[in-house]
């Protein structure tokens, strides 16, 4: 009916477990478009089979009453036997990006992702869809399964919406103790000292990895999955950012999996 009206729709797709980080995806899409849809959907096949599906935290009570007060037209909130349908066998696999970063450490991470947002996409028919920074890889490889598959839908990249010293917003973050969330500041730190050091000139990847890899080793609750410097597209490996990139870090804090990045 909305666009028998022509009227924008702006799509912000979530896990749930909301907080400022998504909330300042629904006022970017309010800003952009007529109508706003948001949903709500743990989606299992991005999950392997030793991550935290079960004990995700679902507080879909308390979501409704953000969503509703931020002013969303629509929660979708499917179950999962509406995505994926007993027998289901199509993915969508995006297929260089998918093994990168987050995708080499989580194998069929991206495709659970590409899948899930196809599906989505499909279904609500956005004009345009709303992601966070903080989730970069999510992003090339969103942004080149829209290219590769002609959908009409443009992908928005929001800044990373971050607690007052510093620590990235996530959901997963109500896993962590004190102590846990005392250690979970490294990885803002790492970011930071490496992007204070190429704006002061140091372009070579390799120096400044070396700098945010001994902040992150000076930590001893932290244990790093990776550090990189990439293009922010192809998440391919750069040796030098002198024209930009993208560093990123994924480390655990306990058993808790926690990522976070900056744009040069």
């Known amino acids: 009916m909305w666009r028998v009206r022509d009227r924008s729709v702006g799509f912000v797709p979530t896990m749930g477990a909301l907080h400022e980080g998504h909330l300042s995806l629904v006022r970017a899409a309010r800003d952009a478009c007529d109508r706003v849809v948001v949903s709500i959907f743990v989606n299992p096949t991005q999950f392997g089979p030793t991550e935290d599906l079960e004990k995700y935290p679902r507080t879909f009570e308390q979501d409704k009453v953000l969503l509703e007060g931020a002013g969303v037209d629509l929660l979708f909130a499917p179950n999962a036997e509406e995505i994926y349908p007993r027998g289901a066998q199509t993915f969508v696999t995006v297929e260089e990006l998918s093994s990168r970063l987050d995708g080499l450490s989580r194998p069929g991470h991206f495709r659970g992702v590409a899948t899930v947002v196809a599906k989505l996409f499909n279904l609500v028919q956005p004009d345009a869809a709303f992601f966070g920074q903080k989730d970069a890889a999510q992003v090339a490889v969103l942004r080149r399964m829209v290219r590769d598959l002609n959908f009409p839908v443009e992908i928005v990249v929001c800044?990373?919406?971050?607690?007052?010293?510093?620590?990235?917003?996530?959901?997963?973050?109500?896993?962590?103790?004190?102590?846990?969330?005392?250690?979970?500041?490294?990885?803002?730190?790492?970011?930071?000292?490496?992007?204070?050091?190429?704006?002061?000139?140091?372009?070579?990847?390799?120096?400044?990895?070396a700098q945010g890899l001994r902040v992150l080793e000076s930590e001893p609750g932290i244990r790093v999955d990776y550090l990189a410097a990439v293009h922010p597209d192809t998440l391919e490996p750069l040796e030098n950012l002198a024209a930009g990139g993208l560093l990123a870090v994924a480390a655990f804090a306990g058993e808790t999996r926690l990522i976070d990045n900056v744009l040069l």
């Open 159 to 209: 800044p990373t919406v971050r607690e007052p010293d510093g620590l990235a917003m996530s959901s997963r973050n109500r896993y962590l103790s004190p102590q846990q969330r005392k250690s979970a500041l490294a990885l803002s730190q790492a970011l930071r000292a490496m992007e204070n050091a190429a704006k002061a000139g140091e372009h070579r990847a390799d120096i400044l990895l």
